[in-house]
Every structure is written in C-alpha cells, then in structure tokens.
C-alpha cells in the first residue's frame, strides 16, 4: 500500500512536468538532515543509481519508485540494528 501512495504521488509531479532529477534532489533535501552520517551515504551512492538509471532508462517512474523502496529498506535496516 504505502509503494502505491508514494508512486502515485511520484506520478503526479512527473505527470505535472517535474523533472526526475529534481525530484531526486528534493527528496533528498528533505531526508537527509534526518539520517546519520553512515546511512546518509549509502542514501546518497542509491539516490545517484537511480538518478543515472532513470535518464538511461524510458520510464522514470520505475527508477524513482525503486528508490524509495530501497530507502525504506535501509532505513529500517539500520532501525532494527540499533
């Protein structure tokens, strides 16, 4: 459920023109000032995988979803390990 209401979202900024990159970087902006500085990285390393493989790619939809869903997982991964 919770993929579906962020790829809608998501959606709905690419639909409305936003470009992926910025999307990216906004969402960046807004997640990083709360992670550590160890998960920050990797967030970053991710967020620019996906970045390059959403312009290589035709659907930036997929690469960005694909990014939030990796986020989620390294979020609550290093939830669970503290």
């Given at each position: 459920?919770?993929?579906?209401?962020?790829?809608?979202?998501?959606?709905?900024?690419?639909?409305?023109?936003?470009?992926?990159?910025?999307?990216?970087?906004?969402?960046l902006?807004?997640?990083?000032?709360?992670l550590?500085?160890?998960?920050?990285?990797?967030?970053?390393?991710?967020?620019?995988?996906?970045?390059?493989?959403?312009?290589?790619?035709?659907?930036?939809?997929?690469?960005?979803?694909?990014?939030?869903?990796?986020?989620?997982?390294?979020?609550q991964?290093?939830?669970?390990?503290?």
């Amino acid at each position: 459920y919770q993929r579906r209401v962020h790829g809608g979202r998501l959606y709905e900024l690419l639909a409305n023109c936003i470009p992926p990159d910025a999307i990216f970087r906004s969402l960046l902006a807004h997640l990083l000032p709360h992670l550590d500085n160890a998960l920050r990285v990797q967030v970053v390393q991710w967020a620019a995988h996906y970045e390059h493989s959403s312009k290589i790619g035709s659907k930036p939809i997929y690469h960005l979803e694909a990014f939030v869903c990796k986020f989620m997982y390294l979020y609550q991964q290093a939830v669970m390990s503290t």
